[in-house]
Protein backbone atom coordinates (compact mmCIF):
# COMPACT_ATOMS: atom_id res chain seq x y z
CA UNK A 1 0.00 0.00 0.00
CA UNK A 2 0.98 4.03 -0.55
CA UNK A 3 0.51 6.29 2.17
CA UNK A 4 0.14 9.63 1.33
CA UNK A 5 -1.28 12.80 3.35
CA UNK A 6 -1.74 16.65 3.16
CA UNK A 7 -2.42 17.16 -0.28
CA UNK A 8 -4.34 20.94 0.19
CA UNK A 9 -5.58 20.83 -3.04
CA UNK A 10 -6.33 24.54 -3.42
CA UNK A 11 -3.63 25.57 -1.85
CA UNK A 12 -1.84 29.54 -2.61
CA UNK A 13 0.90 31.09 -2.17
CA UNK A 14 0.12 34.53 -1.48
CA UNK A 15 -1.87 35.13 -4.10
CA UNK A 16 0.05 32.53 -6.49
CA UNK A 17 -1.64 29.27 -7.75
CA UNK A 18 -0.59 25.98 -6.64
CA UNK A 19 -2.29 24.42 -9.53
CA UNK A 20 0.17 23.07 -11.77
CA UNK A 21 2.15 21.24 -8.52
CA UNK A 22 -0.52 19.35 -7.54
CA UNK A 23 -1.88 18.47 -11.28
CA UNK A 24 2.11 16.52 -11.79
CA UNK A 25 2.39 15.36 -8.45
CA UNK A 26 -0.82 13.49 -8.92
CA UNK A 27 0.23 12.52 -12.38
CA UNK A 28 3.09 11.16 -10.64
CA UNK A 29 1.17 9.39 -7.68
CA UNK A 30 -0.96 7.34 -10.53
CA UNK A 31 2.57 6.28 -12.34
CA UNK A 32 3.44 5.21 -8.85
CA UNK A 33 0.80 2.76 -8.50
CA UNK A 34 0.50 1.71 -11.96
CA UNK A 35 4.40 0.72 -11.74
CA UNK A 36 4.69 -0.13 -8.41
CA UNK A 37 1.83 -2.19 -8.34
CA UNK A 38 0.19 -0.62 -5.36
CA UNK A 39 -2.62 -2.37 -4.22
CA UNK A 40 -3.89 0.41 -1.96
CA UNK A 41 -3.72 4.01 -1.59
CA UNK A 42 -4.38 5.95 2.00
CA UNK A 43 -4.73 9.46 1.95
CA UNK A 44 -4.69 10.46 5.59
CA UNK A 45 -6.19 13.78 5.93
CA UNK A 46 -6.00 17.57 4.41
CA UNK A 47 -6.91 16.59 0.63
CA UNK A 48 -8.44 20.25 0.33
CA UNK A 49 -6.87 23.25 1.57
CA UNK A 50 -10.08 25.02 2.83
CA UNK A 51 -13.14 23.29 3.75
CA UNK A 52 -14.85 25.08 0.59
CA UNK A 53 -12.27 24.86 -1.87
CA UNK A 54 -12.45 26.21 -5.35
CA UNK A 55 -13.89 24.55 -8.45
CA UNK A 56 -10.30 23.92 -9.82
CA UNK A 57 -9.22 22.19 -6.68
CA UNK A 58 -12.44 19.74 -6.94
CA UNK A 59 -12.27 19.20 -10.19
CA UNK A 60 -8.38 18.13 -10.15
CA UNK A 61 -9.22 15.86 -7.26
CA UNK A 62 -12.21 13.73 -9.04
CA UNK A 63 -10.38 13.84 -12.48
CA UNK A 64 -7.55 12.28 -10.17
CA UNK A 65 -9.66 9.51 -8.96
CA UNK A 66 -11.65 8.64 -12.10
CA UNK A 67 -8.16 8.25 -13.89
CA UNK A 68 -6.62 6.10 -10.96
CA UNK A 69 -8.74 3.57 -11.35
CA UNK A 70 -9.10 3.68 -15.04
CA UNK A 71 -5.50 2.75 -14.87
CA UNK A 72 -5.26 0.64 -12.16
CA UNK A 73 -6.84 -1.50 -9.49
CA UNK A 74 -6.12 0.10 -6.61
CA UNK A 75 -8.38 0.52 -3.72
CA UNK A 76 -8.35 4.32 -2.24
CA UNK A 77 -9.13 4.91 1.60
CA UNK A 78 -9.10 8.81 2.05
CA UNK A 79 -10.01 10.76 5.59
CA UNK A 80 -10.69 14.29 6.17
CA UNK A 81 -8.07 16.25 7.97
CA UNK A 82 -8.85 19.59 10.42
CA UNK A 83 -8.48 21.68 6.75
CA UNK A 84 -11.59 19.68 5.20
CA UNK A 85 -14.86 19.82 5.22
CA UNK A 86 -16.42 15.85 5.89
CA UNK A 87 -19.99 17.38 4.54
CA UNK A 88 -17.46 17.92 1.30
CA UNK A 89 -15.54 14.98 1.06
CA UNK A 90 -18.63 12.51 2.21
CA UNK A 91 -21.00 14.28 -0.68
CA UNK A 92 -20.21 11.50 -3.18
CA UNK A 93 -19.76 8.99 -0.91
CA UNK A 94 -22.00 6.93 -2.24
CA UNK A 95 -21.08 7.02 -5.54
CA UNK A 96 -16.89 6.71 -4.74
CA UNK A 97 -17.50 3.16 -2.80
CA UNK A 98 -18.67 1.51 -6.00
CA UNK A 99 -15.71 2.51 -7.89
CA UNK A 100 -13.50 1.15 -4.86
CA UNK A 101 -13.11 4.64 -3.05
CA UNK A 102 -13.82 4.78 0.81
CA UNK A 103 -14.34 8.19 2.29
CA UNK A 104 -14.61 8.74 5.79
CA UNK A 105 -14.94 12.34 6.79
CA UNK A 106 -16.26 12.21 10.10
CA UNK A 107 -16.09 10.14 12.80
CA UNK A 108 -19.14 7.92 12.67
CA UNK A 109 -21.35 6.70 15.95
CA UNK A 110 -20.07 2.84 15.37
CA UNK A 111 -16.82 3.01 15.43
CA UNK A 112 -16.95 -0.73 13.21
CA UNK A 113 -18.10 1.65 10.05
CA UNK A 114 -14.13 2.92 10.22
CA UNK A 115 -12.82 -0.72 9.69
CA UNK A 116 -12.10 -1.52 6.10
CA UNK A 117 -11.33 -4.64 4.93
CA UNK A 118 -9.15 -4.68 1.78
CA UNK A 119 -9.54 -5.78 -0.82
CA UNK A 120 -13.10 -6.84 0.13
CA UNK A 121 -14.73 -8.81 3.43
CA UNK A 122 -14.79 -11.99 1.34
CA UNK A 123 -10.83 -12.38 0.59
CA UNK A 124 -9.29 -9.38 3.02
CA UNK A 125 -5.59 -9.26 3.14
CA UNK A 126 -5.27 -5.96 5.21
CA UNK A 127 -7.73 -4.77 7.30
CA UNK A 128 -7.49 -0.23 7.61
CA UNK A 129 -8.99 1.59 10.79
CA UNK A 130 -10.18 4.98 9.01
CA UNK A 131 -10.25 7.31 11.77
CA UNK A 132 -10.13 10.82 10.24
CA UNK A 133 -9.28 14.22 12.11
CA UNK A 134 -11.08 14.19 15.30
CA UNK A 135 -12.66 17.19 16.65
CA UNK A 136 -13.07 18.32 20.39
CA UNK A 137 -16.66 17.74 20.81
CA UNK A 138 -16.01 14.01 19.68
CA UNK A 139 -13.11 13.53 22.27
CA UNK A 140 -14.47 15.41 25.10
CA UNK A 141 -17.10 17.36 26.98
CA UNK A 142 -16.56 20.93 27.60
CA UNK A 143 -17.26 22.41 31.13
CA UNK A 144 -16.81 25.80 32.79
CA UNK A 145 -14.15 26.27 34.25
CA UNK A 146 -11.47 24.39 32.97
CA UNK A 147 -8.08 24.99 32.94
CA UNK A 148 -5.36 24.31 29.68
CA UNK A 149 -3.70 21.23 32.12
CA UNK A 150 -7.34 19.14 32.31
CA UNK A 151 -8.52 20.40 28.65
CA UNK A 152 -5.03 18.87 27.28
CA UNK A 153 -5.58 15.21 29.73
CA UNK A 154 -9.59 15.08 28.39
CA UNK A 155 -7.98 15.54 24.73
CA UNK A 156 -5.23 12.96 24.95
CA UNK A 157 -7.67 10.22 27.08
CA UNK A 158 -10.76 11.12 24.47
CA UNK A 159 -8.00 10.13 21.45
CA UNK A 160 -6.50 7.13 23.23
CA UNK A 161 -9.86 6.10 23.92
CA UNK A 162 -11.21 6.30 20.09
CA UNK A 163 -8.41 4.19 19.27
CA UNK A 164 -8.55 1.84 21.70
CA UNK A 165 -12.25 1.04 20.85
CA UNK A 166 -10.94 1.46 17.19
CA UNK A 167 -8.30 -1.79 17.75
CA UNK A 168 -10.80 -3.41 19.36
CA UNK A 169 -13.09 -3.45 16.54
CA UNK A 170 -10.01 -5.21 14.05
CA UNK A 171 -10.33 -8.49 17.17
CA UNK A 172 -11.69 -10.92 14.75
CA UNK A 173 -9.71 -9.80 11.76
CA UNK A 174 -6.43 -10.21 13.63
CA UNK A 175 -7.58 -13.29 14.78
CA UNK A 176 -7.79 -14.72 11.56
CA UNK A 177 -4.00 -13.13 11.03
CA UNK A 178 -5.02 -9.90 8.88
CA UNK A 179 -2.49 -7.58 9.53
CA UNK A 180 -4.10 -4.16 10.91
CA UNK A 181 -3.60 -0.46 9.63
CA UNK A 182 -4.66 2.97 11.05
CA UNK A 183 -5.01 6.34 9.70
CA UNK A 184 -5.15 9.17 11.41
CA UNK A 185 -4.57 13.36 11.36
CA UNK A 186 -3.10 14.45 14.32
CA UNK A 187 0.11 15.70 16.33
CA UNK A 188 2.36 13.18 18.11
CA UNK A 189 4.05 14.57 20.49
CA UNK A 190 8.26 15.16 19.52
CA UNK A 191 6.83 15.95 15.70
CA UNK A 192 8.48 18.52 13.60
CA UNK A 193 6.06 20.72 12.70
CA UNK A 194 6.56 23.36 10.11
CA UNK A 195 5.41 26.48 11.62
CA UNK A 196 4.28 29.01 8.50
CA UNK A 197 2.02 25.91 6.82
CA UNK A 198 0.88 24.05 9.97
CA UNK A 199 -2.02 24.91 12.00
CA UNK A 200 -2.39 23.88 15.45
CA UNK A 201 -5.19 20.98 15.66
CA UNK A 202 -6.19 21.97 19.14
CA UNK A 203 -5.25 25.15 20.97
CA UNK A 204 -2.03 25.79 21.83
CA UNK A 205 -0.98 21.97 20.35
CA UNK A 206 -3.17 20.46 23.75
CA UNK A 207 -4.20 17.73 21.60
CA UNK A 208 -0.63 16.48 21.49
CA UNK A 209 -0.39 12.51 21.88
CA UNK A 210 2.50 10.10 22.74
CA UNK A 211 3.29 7.14 20.65
CA UNK A 212 1.53 5.08 23.45
CA UNK A 213 -2.08 6.36 22.53
CA UNK A 214 -1.45 4.18 19.08
CA UNK A 215 -2.37 0.05 20.33
CA UNK A 216 0.00 -2.12 19.44
CA UNK A 217 -2.59 -3.96 18.09
CA UNK A 218 -1.85 -1.55 14.66
CA UNK A 219 1.28 -2.78 12.63
CA UNK A 220 0.66 0.54 10.41
CA UNK A 221 0.18 3.63 11.74
CA UNK A 222 -0.18 6.03 8.81
CA UNK A 223 -0.55 10.04 10.04
CA UNK A 224 -1.16 13.76 8.39
CA UNK A 225 -0.81 16.96 9.36
CA UNK A 226 2.92 17.10 10.22
CA UNK A 227 4.36 18.52 6.62
CA UNK A 228 7.47 16.87 7.17
CA UNK A 229 8.17 13.02 6.72
CA UNK A 230 9.08 11.75 9.96
CA UNK A 231 8.29 8.61 12.81
CA UNK A 232 7.20 8.93 15.37
CA UNK A 233 9.02 6.37 18.70
CA UNK A 234 11.80 4.39 17.52
CA UNK A 235 10.52 2.36 14.39
CA UNK A 236 8.89 2.53 10.94
CA UNK A 237 5.22 1.63 12.98
CA UNK A 238 3.98 5.62 13.17
CA UNK A 239 4.84 7.44 10.61
CA UNK A 240 4.10 10.56 9.20
CA UNK A 241 4.56 11.02 4.82
CA UNK A 242 4.93 14.36 5.25
CA UNK A 243 2.86 16.91 2.58
CA UNK A 244 4.33 16.03 -1.25
CA UNK A 245 4.89 19.76 -2.47
CA UNK A 246 6.28 22.40 0.10
CA UNK A 247 3.74 24.16 1.14
CA UNK A 248 5.43 27.08 2.28
CA UNK A 249 9.03 28.95 2.61
CA UNK A 250 9.44 27.00 5.83
CA UNK A 251 9.66 24.03 3.99
CA UNK A 252 11.93 25.15 1.54
CA UNK A 253 14.57 22.57 1.92
CA UNK A 254 12.34 19.18 3.11
CA UNK A 255 12.88 16.06 1.43
CA UNK A 256 9.31 15.05 0.02
CA UNK A 257 8.20 11.49 -0.18
CA UNK A 258 5.50 9.06 -0.07
CA UNK A 259 5.82 5.74 1.94
CA UNK A 260 5.32 2.31 0.13
CA UNK A 261 4.44 -0.21 3.13
CA UNK A 262 4.48 -4.06 2.58
CA UNK A 263 2.36 -6.00 3.95
CA UNK A 264 2.35 -10.40 3.83
CA UNK A 265 2.30 -13.50 6.30
CA UNK A 266 -0.44 -11.49 8.76
CA UNK A 267 1.70 -9.05 9.06
CA UNK A 268 4.15 -5.63 7.76
CA UNK A 269 6.76 -6.90 6.03
CA UNK A 270 8.89 -3.69 5.22
CA UNK A 271 8.30 0.13 4.44
CA UNK A 272 10.34 2.59 2.58
CA UNK A 273 10.33 6.27 1.35
CA UNK A 274 9.55 6.53 -2.38
CA UNK A 275 11.12 10.22 -2.89
CA UNK A 276 9.48 12.93 -5.26
CA UNK A 277 10.40 15.66 -7.28
CA UNK A 278 9.84 18.87 -6.45
CA UNK A 279 8.34 20.70 -9.85
CA UNK A 280 8.67 23.83 -8.24
CA UNK A 281 11.60 25.43 -5.65
CA UNK A 282 10.73 27.50 -2.69
CA UNK A 283 13.87 29.30 -1.10
CA UNK A 284 14.29 31.66 1.63
CA UNK A 285 17.32 34.35 1.76
CA UNK A 286 18.71 36.58 4.18
CA UNK A 287 20.40 39.18 2.97
CA UNK A 288 22.05 42.32 4.47
CA UNK A 289 20.95 45.37 2.78
CA UNK A 290 24.17 46.28 1.31
CA UNK A 291 24.85 42.84 -0.03
CA UNK A 292 21.25 43.07 -1.99
CA UNK A 293 22.53 43.97 -5.36
CA UNK A 294 25.66 41.03 -4.96
CA UNK A 295 23.44 38.09 -3.83
CA UNK A 296 20.36 38.55 -6.14
CA UNK A 297 22.79 38.94 -9.42
CA UNK A 298 25.06 36.36 -8.71
CA UNK A 299 23.50 33.35 -6.72
CA UNK A 300 20.31 31.64 -7.76
CA UNK A 301 18.56 28.71 -5.84
CA UNK A 302 18.75 25.25 -7.18
CA UNK A 303 16.68 24.44 -10.38
CA UNK A 304 13.22 22.96 -11.06
CA UNK A 305 11.12 22.30 -14.10
CA UNK A 306 8.83 25.21 -12.85
CA UNK A 307 9.95 28.67 -12.50
CA UNK A 308 11.48 28.57 -8.17
CA UNK A 309 9.85 31.17 -6.13
CA UNK A 310 12.07 33.24 -3.53
CA UNK A 311 11.63 35.07 -0.51
CA UNK A 312 14.19 37.33 0.43
CA UNK A 313 14.37 38.66 3.88
CA UNK A 314 15.99 42.21 3.96
CA UNK A 315 18.21 43.07 7.11
CA UNK A 316 19.12 46.09 8.54
CA UNK A 317 17.31 47.94 5.06
CA UNK A 318 17.86 52.28 5.61
CA UNK A 319 14.50 53.83 7.03
CA UNK A 320 12.29 54.76 4.63
CA UNK A 321 14.06 52.39 1.54
CA UNK A 322 11.41 51.07 -0.71
CA UNK A 323 13.11 48.07 -0.34
CA UNK A 324 10.14 45.52 -2.41
CA UNK A 325 11.06 47.68 -5.41
CA UNK A 326 14.88 47.17 -4.68
CA UNK A 327 14.84 43.84 -4.54
CA UNK A 328 12.41 43.32 -7.99
CA UNK A 329 15.41 45.51 -9.52
CA UNK A 330 18.30 43.62 -8.83
CA UNK A 331 16.27 40.57 -9.46
CA UNK A 332 15.15 41.56 -13.45
CA UNK A 333 15.76 38.66 -15.83
CA UNK A 334 17.28 36.21 -13.28
CA UNK A 335 15.76 32.55 -13.50
CA UNK A 336 13.62 32.89 -10.06
CA UNK A 337 10.81 34.71 -9.15
CA UNK A 338 10.79 36.96 -5.72
CA UNK A 339 7.27 36.40 -4.49
CA UNK A 340 7.98 37.94 -0.90
CA UNK A 341 10.14 40.46 0.55
CA UNK A 342 10.48 40.99 4.35
CA UNK A 343 11.75 43.99 5.62
CA UNK A 344 13.69 42.57 9.25
CA UNK A 345 14.34 45.05 12.06
CA UNK A 346 17.30 44.92 14.29
CA UNK A 347 15.86 45.87 17.47
CA UNK A 348 12.57 43.86 17.43
CA UNK A 349 9.22 45.13 17.51
CA UNK A 350 8.38 48.26 18.88
CA UNK A 351 6.05 48.85 21.89
CA UNK A 352 3.21 50.85 20.82
CA UNK A 353 2.61 54.40 22.36
CA UNK A 354 -0.56 54.71 23.70
CA UNK A 355 -2.32 58.08 24.47
CA UNK A 356 -2.59 59.76 27.72
CA UNK A 357 -4.62 56.49 29.99
CA UNK A 358 -6.82 59.24 31.02
CA UNK A 359 -8.22 59.47 27.76
CA UNK A 360 -9.27 55.77 27.70
CA UNK A 361 -12.35 54.28 29.77
CA UNK A 362 -11.21 50.96 28.56
CA UNK A 363 -8.96 48.81 25.76
CA UNK A 364 -12.78 48.99 23.79
CA UNK A 365 -12.40 52.63 23.35
CA UNK A 366 -9.36 52.58 21.63
CA UNK A 367 -10.13 49.89 19.15
CA UNK A 368 -13.54 51.74 17.86
CA UNK A 369 -11.06 54.37 16.39
CA UNK A 370 -8.36 52.12 13.91
CA UNK A 371 -7.20 55.36 13.18
CA UNK A 372 -6.23 56.57 16.35
CA UNK A 373 -4.37 52.94 17.15
CA UNK A 374 -2.70 53.82 13.73
CA UNK A 375 -1.76 57.62 14.71
CA UNK A 376 -0.02 55.49 17.87
CA UNK A 377 1.64 52.99 15.71
CA UNK A 378 3.49 55.78 14.23
CA UNK A 379 4.46 57.77 16.72
CA UNK A 380 6.83 54.95 17.17
CA UNK A 381 8.71 55.19 14.75
CA UNK A 382 11.11 57.67 14.81
CA UNK A 383 12.93 57.13 11.54
CA UNK A 384 10.14 58.13 9.55
CA UNK A 385 9.93 61.54 8.33
CA UNK A 386 7.28 63.79 7.99
CA UNK A 387 6.81 62.97 4.08
CA UNK A 388 6.29 59.73 4.51
CA UNK A 389 4.61 59.26 7.89
CA UNK A 390 1.83 61.75 6.07
CA UNK A 391 2.00 58.93 2.50
CA UNK A 392 1.18 56.17 5.56
CA UNK A 393 -1.57 58.38 7.26
CA UNK A 394 -3.62 58.71 3.74
CA UNK A 395 -3.16 55.05 2.21
CA UNK A 396 -4.69 54.00 5.82
CA UNK A 397 -7.29 56.04 5.39
CA UNK A 398 -8.02 54.89 2.20
CA UNK A 399 -8.06 51.19 3.26
CA UNK A 400 -10.72 51.94 5.81
CA UNK A 401 -12.69 53.82 3.79
CA UNK A 402 -12.74 50.93 1.64
CA UNK A 403 -13.18 48.58 4.37
CA UNK A 404 -15.94 50.01 5.58
CA UNK A 405 -17.80 50.63 2.39
CA UNK A 406 -17.61 47.14 1.41
CA UNK A 407 -19.03 46.31 4.85
CA UNK A 408 -22.14 48.41 3.81
CA UNK A 409 -22.33 46.89 0.92
CA UNK A 410 -22.53 43.38 2.61
CA UNK A 411 -24.99 44.75 5.41
CA UNK A 412 -27.24 45.44 2.35
CA UNK A 413 -27.01 42.88 0.80
CA UNK A 414 -27.81 40.75 3.64
CA UNK A 415 -30.95 42.93 4.55
CA UNK A 416 -32.05 42.78 0.60
CA UNK A 417 -31.83 38.97 0.81
CA UNK A 418 -33.79 38.59 3.65
Known amino acids: MLHTADWHLGKTLGDLSRH????????????????????AVVVSGDIFDSAYPPQSALTLYYEFLHDLRRRTKASVILTAGNHDSPAVLEAP????????????????KKLRETVIPLPNAESPQLVVVALPFLRDRELREGGIGQGAEEIRKNLTEGIRRVHSQAAHQTMDWRKRGIPVLAMGHLTAAGGSI????????HI?????????????????????????????G???????SGSPIPLSFSEASDVKEMRVVDFGEGRRVGCHALRLDVQRRLAQWRIPYEQLALHLKEK????????????VIVENAPPGEAVFQRVQEYAAGRPFEVVRVLNQRPQGAVPLQLPDAAEL????????????????????????????????QTAFRELLELHEDRARMAEGNTLAAT
Open 204 to 232: GGLGAVGEDAFPTEFDYVALGHLHRPQKV
Open 93 to 108: RGILSNMGIHVIGHLP
Open 194 to 201: CPESEREI
Open 361 to 392: TDATTLLESPERVFDCRLSSEANLNDEDRAAL
Open 20 to 39: EEHRRFLAFLIDAVHGHDID
Open 300 to 311: QPPPSPLTPWLE
Open 234 to 240: PNDRIRY
